[in-house]
């Protein structure tokens, strides 16, 4: 296809450059003066995050403390990237727990499957971003760590409830 | 070093200039001073630069550094000296390492001759003039020195060895030569009234007969422009012109040697604000009043003088922050047009009319500074100002872009246009 060209037809008599200097000068200065920032000045500003956010993983406890996880090994069945470790034990009252629990949080890929999968919502996605660290081993959280996490959880998409309503 | 001694002594009356050995002395202080004062000036227009970029585009700008980052410059310096210096395989060692010196110390010394305040009378010492330099050449001084600046960015360019950064440095002399001629020129006029180059004699002139920007306001511009240029600024700023070059005569230096230019570029700035101000804006002066202008010389009036002279730099330093942050850059076609084609022959005849003026004025026996000789300057100034910003301002200062295209090309391009179906809203 040949390439075509439209010639603007502006008379010359239009084109100014000073009188548009000056236009474009109160503009620039109506901006300067009246400014519509969007910027959010983050750590001390944060924007809230959607309900059902996928961020660090949270591991959800009984009354008595302990972790809701019976170890019947699902979410690392389900997970796609091989992030968690378990380990299941068996206590003297032959109830099932997770005796190692990790997950790689630099392997994991926060699509929620282990929340969806779990039996016991024991294991959750949470409502956080903030996981930075110093150190690539500090990025593998182990069951305490898991359940010392405090920040709220995803809520999972509800078939029932699609808008989230 | 003998004689100076009983005059050090001696008390001397504050309003009668100083002896030489005090003036040696007192001139060194004001070296050490103004240099500093005036570095830290320098650095803070970057700062200034930034945020007000940043307002203009809706945005912060730095306000980490410190409360509203106003420890950025400090932070910048550190960096800048922190960070390892490049030196290209194939550069001119010599030229690479003493060009960023030579665009930086014609930046500094331009500052020396400019007033800056009334001056200061100092108990047993003696009248101190708030100048570093009070040459009697004083603005040629300025022109002198200001268009050395240029060597630097030049020779930065080509000691490089990389075509980007030849092509900025050939740019900026090729700039460099068109606009100085027009600023040059603009000022012709200004001396044709002041009757002297001695920059304080400029400014006591319009001190008593009314700033010059109101009877010269084409010479004015035409100064504003060039001096625009000088600084290598948007839109002027061809030589850097980051979207074509790179980063231009600097794309190759880093560290503190690159760090000279912007430097280099700020300090320009500052003089070309100054320079503006002591040849239209009056100065130092306090307008509407004679009373800062008159002996006895008093500390008050140093400190007024001084304060509404930093008020005006500012002003003008946020004008050229405010037309960067606007105005895109010329094509290199109507930057070199707009220096020969229009500031050029602009000046000269503005240089005929206002010496024509003068002399007629003159020879119908009307003072300098009368009431009858403003009126009239005043008048061809009016006219003048109509007549560029009204009847030459229609495509013929800036030529749009379409005007390069031949008459019979753009027919034969309509032509093709209104046959065309994707054109003409017949096709799909």
Not at chain 2, 250 to 270: C, V
Not at chain 2, 306 to 318: D, P, T
Not at chain 2, 386 to 411: H, K, T
């Amino acid at each position: 296809m040949a390439i075509t060209t439209r010639v603007v037809e502006r008379p010359i008599e239009e084109a100014s450059y000073v009188r548009a200097t000056f236009k474009g000068l109160a503009l620039t200065f109506k901006h300067l003066v009246d400014p519509h920032k969007v910027t959010v000045q983050y750590p001390e500003e944060k924007w809230d995050i959607g309900p059902r956010w996928r961020g660090t993983h949270r591991m959800l406890t009984t009354e008595d403390g302990k972790a809701k996880c019976v170890a019947c090994g699902l979410c690392p069945t389900v997970c796609p990237c091989n992030c968690i470790k378990l380990v299941p034990g068996v206590d003297e009252q032959g109830n099932r727990y997770p005796a190692v629990f990790d997950i790689d949080e630099f392997r994991c890929i926060f699509c929620g499957y282990c929340q969806e999968v779990c039996p016991e919502e024991a294991i959750h996605v949470g409502r956080h971003y903030e996981n930075a660290e110093y150190d690539r081993k500090d990025f593998v959280y182990d069951l305490t760590r898991l359940t010392a996490q405090t920040h709220p959880v995803c809520e999972m998409w509800d078939p029932a409830d699609p808008k989230g309503e | 070093m003998t004689h100076t001694l009983p005059f050090l002594l001696q008390v001397v009356d504050p309003q009668l200039p100083m002896s030489d050995g005090m003036f040696a002395l007192v001139s060194l202080i004001k070296v050490a001073v103004v240099f500093g004062i005036y570095m830290g000036c320098v650095a803070y227009t970057t700062f200034l630069e930034r945020r007000v970029a940043a307002w203009i585009q809706d945005r912060h700008g730095p306000n980490r550094v410190g409360p509203q980052g106003i420890f950025q410059v400090l932070a910048d310096g550190v960096k800048n000296f922190m960070k390892e210096e490049t030196l290209p395989g194939g550069a001119s060692k010599v030229l690479f390492i003493l060009a960023p010196a030579l665009a930086f110390i014609p930046a500094m010394l331009t500052w020396a001759v400019i007033p800056f305040a009334s001056p200061l009378p100092i108990p047993g010492v003696g009248l101190v003039d708030m100048v570093v330099a009070d040459l009697p050449v004083g603005f040629l001084f300025t022109l002198a020195i200001g268009s050395l600046g240029v060597y630097g960015i030049t020779i930065a360019g080509w000691s490089s060895n990389n075509k980007y950064a030849l092509l900025g440095g050939l740019r900026a002399s090729a700039q460099m030569i068109s606009y100085e001629i027009a600023m040059g020129m603009s000022t012709v006029c200004v001396l044709l009234l002041a009757g002297n180059v001695h920059l304080n004699t400029i400014i006591m002139q319009q001190a008593s007969q009314g700033w010059n920007v109101a009877l010269l306001t084409m010479a004015f511009f035409i100064f504003a422009v060039a001096a625009l240029a000088e600084t290598n600024r948007v839109p002027f700023d061809l030589p850097e012109a980051e979207s074509e070059l790179v980063a231009g005569y600097h794309a190759e230096y880093s560290s503190m040697r690159y760090s000279m230019f912007p430097i280099a570029e700020y300090a320009n700035i500052i003089t070309s604000s100054s320079l503006m101000i002591a040849l239209f804006f009056g100065g130092w002066d306090i307008p509407f009043t004679q009373w800062d202008n008159l002996p006895p010389w008093t500390i008050t009036k140093t400190l007024l003088t001084m304060g509404l002279y930093v008020g005006k730099v500012i002003f003008f330093v946020f004008t050229f922050i405010w037309l960067r942050w606007t105005l895109p850059r010329f094509r290199y076609d109507q930057l070199m047009a707009i220096g020969w084609k229009v500031l050029l022959p602009m000046a000269l005849v503005y240089i005929t009319a206002v010496a024509s003026a003068v002399l007629g004025l003159d020879a119908a026996g009307l003072a300098r500074g009368s009431y009858a000789f403003r009126g009239a300057m005043l008048g061809m100034n009016v006219v003048f100002v109509v007549l560029v910003f009204w009847v030459l301002d229609r495509g013929r200062i800036v030529s749009p872009a379409f005007s390069r295209v031949e008459r019979e090309r753009i027919a034969k391009l309509r032509d093709v246009s209104a046959r065309s179906d994707l054109l003409s809203g017949k096709g799909a």
